[in-house]
């Protein structure tokens, strides 16, 4: 497995008044652990703006990213479940609770992290595991199923 789970970062009961606010959430979360630059945060909102709520994966999962760049340090996931969920516009899979910003090296990489983490949420009860874990280890364990 190459999702960065060991590393990941863990928010949960966040407060955010729409999907903006959630997003650098988990943009602000990826900073704080010198995963990205600061720049990354509107990166990944801009992304959403301009290609829609493409990072909606699942029912209540969101999986904010940019592309591989300067600005990203190293691989990284920051998981934040929210307090109450909050719509992306997505038709099938709003309203979101769990946002895990993603950040990788390289599009490789990126890929990679993009397809192993679709593979973790499509396990049964992860959603539902993710949306109630109150730590860090819970939400691990829960992609690590």
């Given at each position: 497995?190459?999702?960065?789970?060991?590393?990941?970062?863990?928010?949960?009961?966040?407060?955010?008044?729409?999907?903006?606010?959630?997003?650098?959430?988990a943009g602000v979360d990826l900073v704080?652990?010198?995963?990205?630059?600061?720049?990354?945060?509107?990166?990944?909102?801009?992304?959403?703006?301009?290609?829609?709520?493409?990072?909606?994966?699942?029912?209540?999962?969101?999986?904010?990213?940019?592309?591989?760049?300067?600005?990203?340090?190293r691989d990284a996931l920051a998981i934040?479940?929210?307090?109450?969920?909050?719509?992306?516009?997505?038709?099938?899979?709003?309203?979101?609770?769990?946002?895990?910003?993603?950040?990788?090296?390289?599009?490789?990489?990126?890929?990679?992290?993009?397809?192993?983490?679709?593979?973790?949420?499509?396990?049964?009860?992860?959603?539902?595991?993710?949306?109630?874990?109150?730590?860090?280890?819970?939400?691990?364990?829960?992609?690590?199923?």
């Open positions: 497995m190459t999702l960065p789970l060991d590393e990941a970062t863990f928010s949960p009961g966040v407060r955010a008044a729409d999907w903006r606010a959630a997003v650098r959430a704080t652990a010198h995963a990205v630059g600061r720049a990354y945060v509107e990166e990944l909102v801009q992304q959403i703006e301009e290609s829609g709520p493409y990072c909606v994966v699942a029912p209540g999962v969101a999986v904010p990213h940019a592309k591989a760049s300067a600005v990203v340090r934040v479940v929210l307090d109450e969920p909050v719509a992306f516009g997505h038709p099938h899979n709003d309203p979101v609770r769990v946002v895990i910003g993603l950040a990788a090296t390289s599009p490789r990489q990126h890929l990679r992290m993009l397809a192993e983490l679709a593979n973790a949420l499509d396990g049964s009860g992860v959603t539902d595991a993710l949306a109630t874990a109150t730590t860090r280890d819970e939400a691990i364990a829960a992609l690590r199923r």
